[in-house]
């Protein structure tokens, strides 16, 4: 039992040193600023964390540097950014992000290793498991799929600490139903696998319905998963509570994932391990453990195919059947381990078996992580991008929108551009979390004007081509004050736009000046708004934006408008189209303004009229000086101020309140049922 101990942590060992080979400590402990995929995106969330909300005492807060603000971790997942910013108490931020980073993928072996042994395979199968994760991490048939080194360098690394957290689960709930204990290890680990992704969240479920299917333990059964996965959504309440209360203000992104070649789905470095599997699961096909394993890969099958019909990302699924199919081939040792001499070597000649079949097929990973982790300052070109933001830095105020191109890779990512609110404190529209705002849809609009080449993400819009003429006036409504431009198409335009003056050129790139705004945050309406009478916003306020050349006749919804609305209100509609355009008799102007990190305040000459607030609406922000915030096209923000100084702030909601008090009686249970526990251990 000993010298299996000692084999188990040689073979930890080598797997560790195997991947810290690949991610070499030169480039993950240096202090420069990861510029590779979309992780360049995230950088600045782990920043804005510590600098901003931490101070606060949040966790969840506003950030006003993409999409014109964007509701931070109320749709997306924080666990990771909270174990950097953790971990840059102690080291520097970069080192922590990028330690932060890969996380994932160092701890997907040993929590195979640790949720075979909960599930009391004996050895060698828990180390053998714990080898057999190496295919699937360097698998390089796919880059955005989830969990594998190629979509952690892709910046899917939130999903891959998750799918490592969740392999561990996959035993510990096996066995904490099979022998009724560790409730509050399995609730904590729920908890950690919602707060790091939701797909893992969502399979977490998954995984329990096995044990209900069960006639003598059922109501033994239903009873300790109600415990473990109640206590979980209590602990997990503050996050879970506003996320599902704030969807209507979010974009879906549903489509069924083109894949053009079955090797992405077979991989041919997973393919001998997928054998070993159903070999596995045929010989051990009496033992309960080998149905766990193919009811989930089953499940996972099944919700692939179902997740485009409800609403969910079919993609996100694959990677729970190749991880599941290869790491399980290890429970083939249990029919010949009584048959091996000299077991012990065992793990040690299928970790270089392993190895020497995944070495020659890994070609590119290597290379991309020197590119992602060597940062800007590795580059080339870290002269020019130092000159480009150091000039925006010095020519505000107003966002910056720049021209999207697959030419920006030249600064470690086609998603450079979107760091600005990090090297140049300056707000800019496109950013990484594309469904946590509303104002995505129409960001990617402009995209599509400013840009040679469009991204589109959502399908279920419209976007057009190149047209900066066209642009000007969404330009404004965005406060867009510069304009990066690379392409010779995109120049050639910019030159024959006379509201556009080149202000500075920097190599390849030009920044202009669209002089005709001024930078405001918050403008007077020239025109009555009209009540927008629908259920449905998000479509016609889209089409308001694309075709509605004059856009200075705004529509306002109301879900539910009380009698001090209606009459506020003289113009209703369920069209937008013909709207009445009647102008509004202005006596004075908005004399000063400031736009903080959550903050807007402004003090105006303009008392009873309606203000445009040219931040993302969110129920979340709330005004004082004025009696309420309206959703306004395209989406966002109107008051009518009541006195001559107004502020809005994004506070908190009900829902918040009600999550923060859900998960301190979590938290409650917790601390009482350890301090019982060590009273009794103390007693015995």
Same mark, same amino acid.
């Given at each position: 039992?000993?010298?299996?101990?000692?084999?188990?942590?040689?073979?930890?060992?080598?797997?560790?040193?195997?991947? %810290?080979?690949?991610?070499?400590?030169?480039?993950?402990?240096?202090?420069?600023?990861?510029?590779?995929?979309?992780?360049?995106?995230?950088?600045?969330?782990?920043?804005?964390?510590?600098?901003?909300?931490?101070?606060?005492?949040?966790?969840?807060?506003?950030?006003?540097?993409?999409?014109?603000?964007?509701?931070?971790?109320?749709?997306?997942?924080?666990?990771?950014? #909270?174990?950097?910013?953790?971990?840059?108490?102690?080291?520097?931020?970069?080192?922590?992000? +990028?330690?932060?980073?890969?996380?994932?993928?160092?701890?997907?072996?040993?929590?195979?290793?640790?949720?075979?042994?909960? %599930?009391?395979?004996?050895?060698?199968?828990? *180390?053998?498991?714990?080898?057999?994760? %190496?295919?699937?991490?360097?698998?390089?048939?796919?880059?955005?799929?989830?969990?594998?080194?190629?979509? &952690?360098?892709? !910046?899917?690394?939130?999903?891959?600490?998750?799918?490592?957290?969740?392999? %561990?689960?996959?035993?510990?709930?096996?066995?904490?139903?099979?022998?009724? +204990?560790?409730?509050?290890? /399995?609730?904590?680990?729920?908890?950690?696998?919602?707060?790091?992704?939701?797909?893992?969240?969502?399979?977490? !479920?998954?995984?329990?319905?096995?044990?209900?299917?069960?006639?003598?333990?059922?109501?033994?059964?239903?009873?300790?998963?109600?415990?473990?996965?109640?206590?979980?959504?209590?602990?997990?309440?503050?996050?879970?509570?506003?996320?599902?209360?704030?969807?209507?203000?979010?974009?879906?992104?549903?489509?069924?994932?083109?894949?053009?070649?079955?090797? +992405?789905?077979?991989?041919?470095?997973?393919?001998?391990?997928?054998?070993?599997?159903?070999?596995?699961?045929?010989?051990?096909?009496?033992?309960?453990?080998?149905?766990?394993?193919?009811?989930?890969?089953?499940?996972?099958?099944?919700? $692939?195919?179902?997740?485009?019909?409800?609403?969910?990302?079919?993609?996100?699924?694959?990677?729970?059947?190749?991880?599941?199919?290869?790491?399980?081939?290890?429970?083939?040792?249990?029919?010949?381990?009584?048959?091996?001499?000299?077991?012990?070597?065992?793990?040690?000649?299928?970790?270089?078996?392993?190895?020497?079949?995944?070495?020659?097929?890994?070609?590119?990973?290597?290379?991309? #992580? =020197?590119?992602?982790?060597?940062?800007?300052?590795? =580059?080339?070109?870290?002269?020019?991008?130092?000159? #480009?933001?150091?000039?925006?830095?010095?020519?505000?105020?107003?966002?910056?929108? $720049?021209?999207?191109?697959?030419?920006?890779?030249?600064?470690?990512?086609?998603?450079?551009?979107?760091?600005?609110? $990090?090297?140049?404190?300056?707000?800019?529209?496109?950013?990484?979390?594309?469904?946590?705002?509303?104002?995505?849809?129409?960001?990617? $609009?402009?995209?599509?004007?400013?840009?040679?080449?469009?991204?589109?993400?959502?399908?279920?819009?419209?976007?057009?081509?190149?047209?900066?003429? /066209?642009?000007?006036?969404?330009?404004?409504?965005?406060?867009?004050?510069?304009?990066?431009?690379?392409?010779?198409?995109?120049?050639?335009?910019?030159?024959?736009?006379?509201?556009? =003056?080149?202000?500075?050129?920097?190599?390849?790139?030009?920044?202009?000046?669209? &002089?005709?705004?001024?930078?405001?945050?918050?403008?007077?309406?020239?025109?009555?708004?009209?009540?927008?009478?629908?259920?449905?916003?998000?479509?016609?306020?889209?089409?308001?934006?694309?075709?509605?050349?004059?856009?200075? *006749?705004?529509?306002?919804?109301?879900?539910?408008?009380?009698?001090?609305?209606?009459?506020?209100?003289?113009?209703?509609?369920?069209?937008?189209?013909?709207?009445?355009?009647?102008?509004?008799?202005?006596?004075? +102007?908005?004399?000063?303004?400031?736009?903080?990190?959550?903050?807007?305040?402004?003090?105006?000459?303009?008392?009873?009229?309606?203000?445009?607030?040219?931040?993302?609406?969110?129920?979340?922000?709330?005004?004082?000086?004025?009696?309420?915030?309206?959703?306004?096209?395209?989406?966002?923000?109107?008051?009518?101020?009541?006195?001559?100084?107004?502020?809005?702030?994004?506070?908190?909601?009900?829902? /918040?309140?009600?999550?923060?008090?859900?998960?301190?009686?979590?938290?409650? #249970?917790?601390?009482?049922?350890?301090?019982?526990?060590?009273?009794?251990?103390?007693?015995?």
């Amino acid at each position: 039992m000993k010298n299996n101990r000692i084999i188990n942590l040689i073979v930890l060992v080598f797997i560790f040193l195997f991947l %810290l080979s690949f991610f070499e400590p030169r480039y993950l402990f240096s202090l420069t600023t990861t510029s590779g995929g979309d992780t360049v995106s995230h950088f600045p969330t782990a920043v804005h964390l510590k600098e901003v909300l931490l101070p606060q005492g949040l966790i969840m807060g506003w950030d006003r540097g993409n999409y014109a603000g964007y509701p931070l971790f109320y749709h997306y997942f924080p666990l990771t950014f #909270i174990i950097m910013v953790l971990l840059s108490f102690v080291i520097p931020m970069q080192i922590a992000f +990028k330690i932060g980073s890969v996380l994932g993928v160092f701890l997907l072996p040993v929590c195979i290793f640790f949720g075979l042994r909960a %599930l009391k395979y004996e050895f060698p199968v828990p *180390v053998a498991g714990a080898v057999l994760s %190496l295919p699937f991490l360097f698998m390089q048939a796919n880059s955005m799929w989830g969990a594998n080194i190629p979509s &952690t360098l892709a !910046g899917e690394y939130s999903y891959g600490l998750s799918m490592a957290l969740l392999v %561990l689960f996959f035993g510990t709930l096996y066995r904490g139903v099979e022998e009724q +204990k560790w409730i509050i290890p /399995n609730a904590l680990l729920i908890c950690l696998i919602g707060l790091s992704h939701g797909y893992t969240l969502i399979a977490s !479920g998954l995984i329990a319905v096995f044990f209900l299917f069960t006639r003598k333990d059922f109501a033994r059964n239903i009873f300790y998963l109600f415990r473990t996965f109640g206590l979980a959504l209590l602990l997990l309440a503050f996050w879970l509570v506003p996320f599902f209360f704030n969807t209507p203000y979010v974009t879906s992104y549903v489509t069924r994932w083109w894949i053009d070649s079955l090797f +992405k789905v077979f991989p041919v470095i997973l393919l001998p391990f997928w054998a070993l599997t159903l070999i596995s699961l045929f010989l051990n096909r009496r033992d309960r453990r080998s149905w766990y394993f193919l009811y989930f890969i089953l499940t996972c099958i099944a919700i $692939y195919f179902a997740s485009p019909y409800i609403g969910m990302l079919d993609i996100r699924w694959q990677p729970f059947i190749q991880i599941f199919m290869t790491f399980f081939a290890a429970t083939i040792l249990l029919n010949i381990k009584d048959r091996v001499k000299g077991l012990q070597a065992l793990p040690i000649m299928i970790f270089i078996a392993v190895l020497l079949w995944v070495v020659p097929q890994v070609t590119y990973i290597k290379g991309w #992580i =020197k590119w992602n982790y060597e940062g800007f300052e590795g =580059k080339t070109v870290w002269p020019l991008w130092q000159q #480009i933001v150091g000039h925006l830095k010095e020519t505000g105020p107003g966002r910056v929108v $720049y021209e999207h191109s697959p030419a920006h890779n030249v600064f470690g990512s086609e998603r450079a551009f979107e760091n600005l609110p $990090y090297w140049a404190r300056r707000d800019t529209l496109e950013g990484l979390y594309m469904q946590s705002s509303i104002s995505a849809p129409f960001v990617f $609009y402009i995209q599509s004007e400013v840009s040679k080449v469009c991204s589109g993400p959502f399908p279920q819009y419209k976007y057009t081509s190149l047209n900066l003429a /066209n642009a000007l006036k969404r330009l404004k409504l965005f406060n867009v004050t510069q304009y990066i431009v690379r392409s010779e198409q995109a120049k050639e335009q910019a030159k024959k736009v006379p509201e556009f =003056k080149l202000e500075k050129t920097f190599g390849d790139y030009q920044i202009y000046r669209l &002089t005709t705004n001024n930078g405001a945050y918050v403008v007077p309406l020239a025109y009555e708004p009209v009540l927008f009478l629908s259920d449905n916003w998000k479509f016609p306020f889209h089409d308001w934006f694309k075709d509605n050349s004059d856009l200075d *006749v705004h529509l306002v919804f109301i879900k539910e408008p009380d009698e001090a609305d209606l009459k506020r209100f003289k113009f209703q509609t369920d069209s937008v189209k013909d709207l009445p355009k009647v102008p509004l008799k202005l006596s004075g +102007k908005v004399l000063k303004e400031h736009y903080g990190d959550a903050e807007i305040t402004f003090e105006t000459g303009l008392i009873g009229q309606p203000h445009l607030i040219k931040v993302s609406y969110h129920p979340n922000w709330q005004v004082e000086g004025a009696d309420k915030i309206y959703l306004v096209s395209p989406s966002f923000m109107l008051v009518y101020p009541k006195e001559k100084q107004v502020r809005l702030y994004f506070g908190k909601t009900l829902y /918040n309140y009600v999550g923060e008090l859900l998960t301190l009686a979590g938290l409650s #249970i917790v601390i009482i049922s350890g301090i019982i526990f060590i009273v009794n251990v103390r007693k015995t």
